[in-house]
């Protein structure tokens, strides 16, 4: 891939080349990830996951394979462009290779961490079978968010590969602080002022305190909540301006004839409210139907946020892929001492702050 030092290739990663630089090199230094010695398959998405492959490269990987693929956030042209731009800031584009779709067997076999992250999956048994026996899996997400369908965890068991979550509140991390800001901005962009706006927050997981208590910060007006029948919810409803939700593992619409509330009785319960979507299905046609406004839109099916991190920025992004980065790096280290892929995913999850096991 040919490198470039268009400053104009990392527009859309979401800063100019020297805080998209200094964002990679302090992640790299915070985290000590030394990739030395390894390669790594990713992936080169669209804005700020354009940056996953320099990061590896910064870390000294001897070689990145970066997959894209066309889509809707952008051309697999552009995603490479900005990927290999990135890659110049460390003087290290001719260590990247750029592949349009899915990885080849030669691709896989030649590496020692893959990553899950979107144009790298599906991690099945197809892909699995062709990769080395020390390589590893870390999850650019933590343990609770895998997804079957993303990684075949049972796949990765019986040919040994270890898989490792990625503990977003570890101290040298902390990305996921950054949910709360992200969800102000999806209120915000929805037309609402934060400040002294009324939320409902319904959410049984680990997003709702993390979110309820930045927008409290931000002047909201907050009940935090995980069902929708108490006096004290239906109170707040009746008052609400949004009605925010963050239900990230309910595989059932949370809105809709099978879930917590219908659209009907929203509507009867909370005149006026507009539903956010952080995480967690909907049936956006019900809800529309009745005149309740929905955002963002389109919406997204279950077991999925409605927008990323990168919404708000680069930053968690980076931060978050060093940190995964750093969690393959740990368990491909300990996997080549001869270590089997259960006693890496015992050791490291118990030894560290950072690797979180799997299920």
């Not at 790594?40 to 693929?69: F, K, M, N, Q």
């Not at 977003?168 to 706006?197: K, M, N, S």
Request: charged share 20%.
């Amino acid at each position: 891939m040919a490198a470039t030092q268009d400053p104009k290739a990392l527009d859309l990663a979401g800063g100019t080349p020297e805080r998209i630089r200094r964002l990679i090199s302090n992640s790299v230094t915070r985290l000590d990830l030394n990739l030395a010695g390894l390669r790594v398959l990713t992936e080169a998405g669209s804005g700020a996951y354009a940056l996953t492959p320099a990061i590896a490269l910064a870390a000294g990987a001897d070689e990145v394979i970066a997959v894209s693929r066309d889509s809707v956030y952008g051309a697999a042209v552009d995603n490479l462009e900005s990927a290999s731009a990135a890659a110049q800031l460390f003087q290290a584009a001719d260590r990247l290779t750029g592949i349009v779709g899915r990885p080849s067997a030669i691709d896989v076999a030649r590496v020692d961490i893959i990553t899950n992250l979107g144009f790298v999956r599906p991690i099945d048994e197809a892909l699995l079978g062709h990769a080395k026996s020390t390589a590893a899996v870390p999850l650019m997400c933590e343990a609770w968010e895998w997804r079957e369908g993303d990684v075949d965890l049972a796949a990765c068991r019986r040919l040994g590969i270890p898989v490792l979550g990625t503990n977003e509140d570890a101290p040298a991390v902390q990305v996921f602080a950054f949910c709360g800001p992200l969800a102000g901005r999806l209120i915000f962009d929805a037309g609402f002022e934060l400040w002294h706006c009324s939320v409902v927050v319904l959410s049984p997981d680990r997003f709702g305190p993390v979110i309820a208590k930045w927008l409290v910060q931000a002047g909201a007006m907050v009940h935090l909540t995980d069902e929708l029948q108490s006096s004290e919810t239906c109170a707040a409803l009746a008052r609400a301006d949004v009605l925010l939700l963050a239900d990230y593992g309910r595989e059932s619409a949370v809105i809709g004839r099978a879930g917590v509330i219908t659209a009907e009785s929203l509507a009867a319960a909370a005149p006026g409210v507009t539903v956010v979507q952080f995480a967690g299905a909907v049936d956006e046609e019900a809800l529309l139907d009745v005149g309740i406004p929905v955002y963002p839109r389109p919406t997204v099916g279950a077991v999925r946020m409605a927008r990323t991190l990168a919404h708000i920025g680069p930053r968690p992004v980076v931060e978050l892929h060093a940190a995964g980065l750093k969690v393959g790096e740990l368990a491909c280290r300990a996997r080549l001492t001869g270590l089997s892929s259960e006693e890496v995913e015992s050791r490291l999850s118990t030894e560290t702050d950072l690797c979180q096991r799997v299920r």
